[in-house]
């Protein structure tokens, strides 16, 4: 079982940036594809970015340019920086990791876009 811990939600303006982190248990880390969803009131969990044990990205279209998924392997953290952040940003954002049969989900952390 692997445990994963979200933090750097909170609240910010439109236009403005956040850094979401995720920390991660477990030598598997290394060896799976990390990502990150996020699900806004009344509507379903939607891909955000997944990256690869490789090093390789993918993002949802409407998020490419704005949002960049890292992942740091010494540190067992996959990480999510936000850009020119929206009001239909406003989410919870959840970290994910898949390895074969194992897929695991943090608890979210919540991204609120208002002035």
């Known amino acids: 079982q692997v445990h994963l811990v979200e933090s750097g939600g909170g609240l910010v303006q439109p236009g403005g940036s956040l850094r979401l982190s995720c920390a991660a248990s477990?030598?598997?880390?290394?060896?799976?594809?990390l990502g990150w969803y996020r699900q806004a009131p009344g509507k379903q969990r939607e891909l955000v970015a997944t990256i690869t044990s490789g090093g390789s990205t993918n993002y949802a279209d409407s998020l490419k340019g704005r949002f960049t998924i890292s992942r740091d392997n010494a540190k067992n953290t996959v990480n999510l920086q936000m850009n020119s952040l929206k009001p239909e940003d406003t989410a919870v954002y959840y970290c994910n990791l898949r390895r074969g049969p194992l897929d695991s989900w943090g608890q979210g952390t919540q991204v609120t876009v208002s002035s």
């Open positions: 477990g030598s598997i880390f290394r060896i799976s594809t």
